[in-house]
């Protein structure tokens, strides 16, 4: 039998925090076991309710996620935790990150992202954001988290090193179609595939794969 993701969400403010709870707690498969207002809050939660899945806002009282995230992983190596984040914090998510956190979002991602970045961490595997910018992408590459599973050697053909490089781009399928003499409808399929073969969610994803294995350097992205 599946079982289900047990969750607790931190944030101060109340009402952020009673709407990702409403939401979370209507879906399938999520169970919203604790909510805390503060990091401190958060360490006392996570210890009597032992979740699968830990949401934390970065910036908090009297414990910040950071610290939190830190004690809390000292605890419960296995677990997941996610920080929610307002735009323009790469720094403090990069903290987060080499805290132990196995993902981000921005506090404005849609709820069908915000369920993904749940079920991915869950299943022992990193989230990135689709809205990473490319300063954060490469700011994550340099810094010292190590993403938890060791990325094998993948295959790429010079067709899909070139499309990779052009959706980093954001380039849309019309241009790269135009380039590589392919239909639309076929990089539209090549997309799909590659981000299968990468294992990546998103676009962030898929910029931090690029820069890492120098498929791609920040200077192309600007």
């Known amino acids: 039998m599946h079982h289900n993701i047990d969750i607790v969400i931190a944030d101060d403010h109340e009402i952020y925090l009673d709407g990702l709870s409403l939401m979370l707690s209507r879906q399938q498969g999520f169970n919203v076991v604790g ?18 899945v830990v949401l934390t806002d970065i910036k908090m009282p009297v414990l910040d996620g950071i610290a939190s995230a830190r004690q809390m992983l000292q605890v419960q190596p296995e677990l997941k935790v996610i920080a929610l984040s307002m735009f323009n914090e790469e720094n403090l998510i990069v903290e987060m990150l ?87 409808r076929t990089v539209e399929g090549c997309r799909i595939k590659i981000y299968e073969k990468l294992k990546v969610k998103n676009l962030g994803g898929l910029i931090i794969f690029a820069l890492k294995h120098k498929l791609i350097y920040e200077d192309d992205l600007i």
């Open 35 to 52: 909510r805390a207002s503060n990091g401190e809050q958060l360490l006392n939660i996570v210890k009597n309710t032992n979740p699968d």
């Open 98 to 184: 080499e805290a132990g956190a196995k993902g981000y979002l921005l506090k404005n991602a849609h709820k069908n992202e915000i369920s993904e970045a749940i079920t991915t961490v869950y299943e022992g595997k990193n989230y990135y954001c689709a809205k990473t910018s490319t300063a954060l992408a490469g700011m994550i590459v340099r810094s010292k988290f190590k993403a938890s599973t060791p990325e094998p050697i993948i295959d790429l053909s010079e067709r899909e090193r070139t499309i990779i490089q052009m959706i980093c781009r954001q380039q849309t399928a019309q241009e790269i179609a135009d380039t590589v003499y392919l239909s639309k």
